[in-house]
């Protein structure tokens, strides 16, 4: 039979396992909200860890705690940090209560750990006290945002990293393909030529705004509540402790956090997340259309586009032999729609708010770590696994070009838009190419034809225009 031991709360009591560095809140946290079926984020029980460790040295310093508690409390807060004791934060993300489940979940076993390390028995909470001591000039209103604040600091970098990568095998491509002619499309529809290096160029660059827009969202959760405790007023914080924390946390955590001006305004209010997914989505919808033009170039490889070829990542189909998927394309898609939906989510949530606090972070951070999680992972993938390996299949861009009506637009400076239209009219009847009619009818010689429609004057500004021969 599993050895137990009590621990009492306002509610009553409960058999805790023995064993468990967990204590009453969190196994009433488990009881009532089994909802994902996942636990905290490992970064989050990490941010939770290094920001309990940083109030208790300000608490110590301001002699609000004494430093064999304090020493005791930034011992286990060190070991949860650095990947101990996880398996003992048990709620679930998604939660009633603004958090105050996360919250006494690393009270509670910060509280236990650092019990053990004095030479105490689990849950003997004289020695070590979860709200008095761990929790001491804190409430679960300033610990909370400012944990997810860290928390999503952290995924970003990786986010940024990702990127960072993609950007350059986007970029290296641009180079390789630089001098390749193909046709551009508008509405899907045969356009002007363009070089496909100058669409990977383009892909590169707005892979670079993304980066940018998600470093300067990033910029907002360095500023924490951190002080302001239950609703930004610093009731039960200790003056030296209200003024030297946020400097504590920013040398522990290598980050440049600030208090806010407003406490108030920063408890009462979340949109700094809504900032943070907002340029998040506006990333991942960027990359859904760099992963939309690459599955329609590779199209075929024979009956459709077949312009490149991505790399086969693994077979296709279960009764189709040989036929190659663009799978990792398909998996950028997916992961930016989950975005845009957790997107939503957060607004939703951000918006929902009332009077001094917003009861509804939990699912932002349930959504946020999601969407930049899965879209570095989405973006890693993406690089590695498909853009590196992309081949260009210059026969068949030259095919589709020369069948192509577009290139007529680049005869309007020579032979004005009615002509041009005329050709191409005649060009799609007969299914002959515009170069044949122009040189038919007589309207340019073959080396007018050849300057006109060489890869400078069609795709560099400036070059084309009507030059007199």
Same mark, same amino acid.
């Given at each position: 039979m599993?050895?137990?031991?009590?621990?009492r709360?306002?509610?009553?009591?409960?058999?805790?396992p023995?064993?468990a560095?967990?204590?009453?809140?969190?196994?009433?946290?488990?009881?009532?909200?089994?909802?994902?079926?996942?636990?905290?984020?490992?970064?989050m029980?990490?941010?939770?860890?290094?920001?309990?460790?940083?109030?208790?040295?300000?608490?110590?310093?301001?002699?609000?705690?004494?430093?064999?508690?304090?020493?005791?409390?930034?011992w286990?807060?060190?070991?949860?940090?650095?990947?101990?004791?996880h398996?003992?934060?048990i709620?679930?993300?998604?939660?009633?209560?603004?958090?105050?489940?996360?919250?006494?979940n690393?009270?509670?076993?910060?509280?236990?750990?650092?019990?053990?390390?004095?030479?105490?028995?689990?849950?003997?909470y004289?020695?070590?006290?979860?709200?008095?001591?761990?929790?001491c000039?804190?409430?679960?209103?300033?610990?909370?945002?400012?944990?997810g604040?860290?928390?999503?600091?952290?995924l970003?970098?990786?986010?940024?990293?990702e990127?960072?990568l993609?950007r350059?095998e986007?970029?290296?491509k641009?180079?390789?393909f630089?001098?390749?002619?193909?046709?551009?499309?508008?509405?899907?529809?045969?356009?002007?030529?363009?070089?496909?290096?100058?669409?990977?160029?383009?892909?590169?660059?707005?892979?670079?705004?993304?980066?940018?827009?998600?470093?300067?969202?990033?910029?907002?959760?360095?500023?924490?509540?951190?002080?302001g405790?239950?609703?930004?007023?610093?009731?039960?914080?200790?003056?030296?402790?209200f003024h030297?924390?946020?400097?504590?946390?920013?040398y522990?955590m290598d980050a440049?956090?600030?208090?806010?001006?407003?406490?108030?305004d920063?408890?009462q209010n979340v949109?700094?997340?809504?900032?943070?997914?907002?340029?998040?989505?506006?990333?991942?919808?960027?990359?859904?259309?760099?992963?939309?033009?690459?599955?329609?170039?590779s199209?075929?490889?024979?009956a459709?586009?077949? @312009?490149?070829n %991505?790399?086969?990542?693994?077979?296709?189909?279960?009764?189709m032999? $040989? &036929? #190659?998927?663009?799978?990792i394309?398909?998996?950028?898609?997916q992961?930016a729609?989950?975005?845009?939906?957790?997107?939503?989510t957060?607004?939703m949530?951000?918006?929902a708010?009332?009077?001094?606090?917003?009861?509804?972070?939990?699912?932002?951070?349930?959504?946020?770590?999601?969407?930049i999680?899965?879209?570095?992972?989405a973006?890693?993938?993406?690089?590695?696994?498909?853009?590196?390996?992309?081949?260009?299949?210059?026969?068949?861009?030259?095919?589709?070009?020369e069948?192509s009506v577009?290139?007529?637009?680049?005869?309007?400076?020579?032979?004005?838009?009615?002509?041009?239209?005329?050709?191409?009219?005649?060009?799609?009847?007969?299914?002959?190419?515009?170069?044949?009619l122009?040189?038919?009818?007589?309207?340019?010689?073959?080396?007018?034809? @050849?300057?006109i %429609?060489?890869v400078?004057?069609?795709?560099?500004?400036?070059?084309? $225009? &009507? #030059?007199?021969f």
């Amino acid at each position: 039979m599993e050895q137990t031991r009590i621990e009492r709360d306002f509610i009553g009591e409960k058999e805790i396992p023995a064993d468990a560095y967990y204590g009453i809140q969190s196994l009433r946290a488990l009881e009532n909200f089994s909802i994902t079926g996942n636990r905290m984020h490992s970064e989050m029980i990490r941010s939770l860890a290094i920001l309990k460790k940083a109030c208790a040295v300000a608490n110590a310093r301001a002699g609000v705690l004494d430093w064999e508690r304090a020493d005791a409390i930034t011992w286990a807060c060190d070991r949860i940090a650095e990947g101990e004791y996880h398996h003992q934060f048990i709620v679930d993300p998604m939660q009633g209560g603004a958090g105050t489940s996360m919250n006494m979940n690393a009270n509670e076993v910060i509280a236990n750990v650092a019990i053990v390390h004095l030479g105490g028995q689990l849950g003997d909470y004289t020695i070590v006290h979860p709200n008095d001591h761990v929790n001491c000039g804190q409430s679960t209103n300033d610990v909370i945002p400012t944990a997810g604040k860290m928390t999503a600091l952290v995924l970003i970098r990786q986010l940024e990293k990702e990127l960072i990568l993609l950007r350059t095998e986007l970029d290296r491509k641009a180079v390789e393909f630089d001098s390749i002619l193909k046709m551009g499309r508008t509405q899907l529809q045969d356009a002007v030529p363009v070089r496909l290096g100058q669409e990977f160029r383009a892909y590169a660059t707005s892979v670079s705004r993304g980066l940018e827009r998600v470093r300067h969202a990033s910029h907002e959760l360095l500023t924490i509540n951190m002080g302001g405790t239950a609703i930004g007023t610093g009731l039960n914080a200790d003056d030296t402790y209200f003024h030297s924390i946020t400097e504590i946390l920013s040398y522990h955590m290598d980050a440049s956090f600030s208090q806010a001006r407003d406490l108030i305004d920063a408890t009462q209010n979340v949109d700094c997340f809504a900032a943070v997914s907002s340029a998040v989505r506006n990333c991942a919808i960027a990359l859904s259309k760099i992963a939309n033009d690459l599955r329609l170039m590779s199209s075929g490889p024979r009956a459709g586009f077949g @312009e490149i070829n %991505l790399p086969a990542r693994q077979n296709g189909s279960s009764i189709m032999p $040989g &036929k #190659v998927n663009p799978v990792i394309p398909e998996v950028v898609n997916q992961v930016a729609f989950r975005v845009v939906g957790n997107d939503v989510t957060i607004s939703m949530a951000v918006e929902a708010g009332q009077m001094e606090l917003n009861a509804f972070e939990p699912v932002i951070f349930c959504c946020l770590f999601q969407s930049i999680d899965q879209l570095a992972h989405a973006v890693h993938t993406f690089a590695v696994n498909c853009v590196e390996g992309i081949t260009a299949n210059e026969d068949r861009c030259e095919e589709l070009l020369e069948s192509s009506v577009g290139i007529v637009t680049a005869l309007c400076p020579y032979i004005g838009y009615t002509k041009a239209a005329a050709l191409a009219k005649e060009a799609l009847a007969k299914g002959v190419s515009i170069r044949k009619l122009v040189l038919s009818q007589g309207l340019l010689t073959t080396q007018q034809l @050849e300057s006109i %429609l060489n890869v400078d004057s069609m795709t560099r500004p400036g070059i084309s $225009g &009507k #030059v007199p021969f």
